[in-house]
């Protein structure tokens, strides 16, 4: 076994005055952080071999072939005081968005740990909202993006250090996407495009009652952005300055989307059933009647997702045909609806048991016929997404703030 370590680290340095709200004041927001910068950052070093980004692509395929664990054991473990998020993860560093709920007012933390847990520095963020608020840190060119309650912050990866901060018009409640030089977040109504330095290129604005809950996702050279209410599809010419320029728009109507997944010129993007697009054009595919909150994974032949009654089938990415399915989170109270990892061999996910005193497990399924290969019970009732880089499992955890017991986030590693 290896050795297993656990360090309490207090994730919030203080508490920001007033409550974190989206759009307050401009003399409130930043905290002093420049707005823009002339200057840029250098990549770090395995940026396109390490899990930089939410779904680790800019198109969010969430595989990772060179990662193999068969039979693991806790390598370390990092607690919070509040909640985390999924981290991003480059060479050995390791980045994490933390802090207390997004109700308290209090300031949200970024932290880079090294290879052992160990931390290497941190930034306590000016605006409200910390890792609870739901935006995993992305690694773009050598700086770190965070959303939060109160716009958009950049920060240098290599030691914390503020770069810029962007208020926007609401909370940013998803991951940033990162691509080519530019990062584009949502607020649930708009999509903002901004270049490396904080200068904005556009907004493109839903309108309609439409609202997305969803992480944009980038591929044929588009970025394809979803709305969940009133469900639709959207693709936009990344590059622009001005007014967004649109490819093409889907909406069928009948459902609501979820984060689309982009790999090798076809777009999936769950909701009420699964869809299937040509990313350059928009025509659609197929679909499938599978329902489902959480994201889909692929490694180019078959489609990975969670569906709402607690279940992780795989489908072929030619036509939708369910290749396998089984039953994860039957039991009732019991939910599973984190954005599967996969690697060499297998799809990993986490359950959730929310309001329930007992520990949330990781699955690790085989990803040729859905065997069961190991179970892992995690020191929280709530899991989010895991990610994999450099031979080891990364599992967020949570233990539930309505719980009568001391509650907060733990990071887990996980390695043979």
């Not at 070093?45 to 664990?69: L, N």
């Not at 369910?322 to 990993?348: D, F, H, K, N």
Request: net charge negative; proline share 6%; hydrophobic share 35%.
């Amino acid at each position: 076994m290896s050795l297993h370590t656990r360090r309490r680290l207090l994730a919030a340095i203080g508490v920001a005055g007033g409550a974190a709200l989206a759009g307050c004041s401009t003399e409130r927001f930043g905290g002093g952080w420049p707005r823009t910068t002339e200057t840029t950052t250098d990549p770090l070093p395995g940026e396109e071999r390490g899990w930089a980004q939410f779904g680790r692509t800019p198109g969010h395929a969430g595989f990772a072939p060179e990662v193999r664990v068969d039979d693991p054991d806790p390598a370390w473990s990092v607690s919070f005081e509040g909640g985390l998020t999924s981290p991003a993860v480059v060479e050995d560093r390791v980045f994490v968005h933390a802090g207390p709920t997004p109700e308290s007012g209090e300031a949200g933390t970024v932290l880079a740990l090294d290879g052992g847990g160990e931390e290497r520095w941190r930034r306590t963020l000016p605006g409200g909202g910390g890792g609870s608020s739901g935006c995993p840190p992305v690694v773009h060119r050598g700086s770190v993006y965070v959303g939060g309650l109160d716009g958009v912050y950049a920060l240098d990866a290599r030691d914390g250090s503020p770069r810029w901060s962007r208020e926007t018009s609401g909370s940013v409640n998803e991951a940033v996407l990162g691509r080519d030089g530019r990062v584009f977040a949502s607020t649930g109504e708009t999509l903002l495009a901004l270049d490396t330095r904080g200068q904005e290129g556009w907004t493109y604005t839903t309108g309609d009652d439409r609202f997305s809950t969803a992480v944009p996702a980038a591929g044929s050279g588009y970025v394809l952005y979803t709305t969940r209410v009133l469900g639709s599809v959207v693709a936009i010419q990344p590059g622009t300055v001005g007014d967004p320029l649109t490819e093409w728009r889907y909406a069928p109507g009948e459902t609501d989307f979820e984060t689309p997944t982009v790999v090798d010129g076809d777009a999936y993007i769950p909701g009420d059933r699964l869809h299937a697009l040509s990313a350059t054009t928009g025509k659609v595919r197929w679909t499938a009647p599978v329902r489902s909150t959480a994201g889909v994974s692929t490694d180019g032949d078959r489609l990975y997702l969670p569906t709402d009654d607690g279940a992780l089938v795989a489908l072929d990415t030619a036509d939708g045909t369910e290749r396998w399915r089984v039953s994860l989170a039957s039991e009732e109270g019991v939910i599973l609806r984190t954005r599967p990892l996969v690697t060499e061999r297998s799809v990993i996910v986490t359950t959730e048991k929310p309001g329930v005193d007992e520990p949330a497990n990781t699955f690790a399924v085989d990803r040729r016929n859905g065997e069961v290969r190991w179970r892992r019970e995690q020191p929280g009732n709530i899991g989010y997404d895991a990610v994999a880089a450099g031979g080891r499992l990364y599992v967020p955890v949570l233990w539930d703030f309505t719980l009568d017991r001391e509650s907060g986030g733990t990071l887990v590693a996980l390695a043979n």
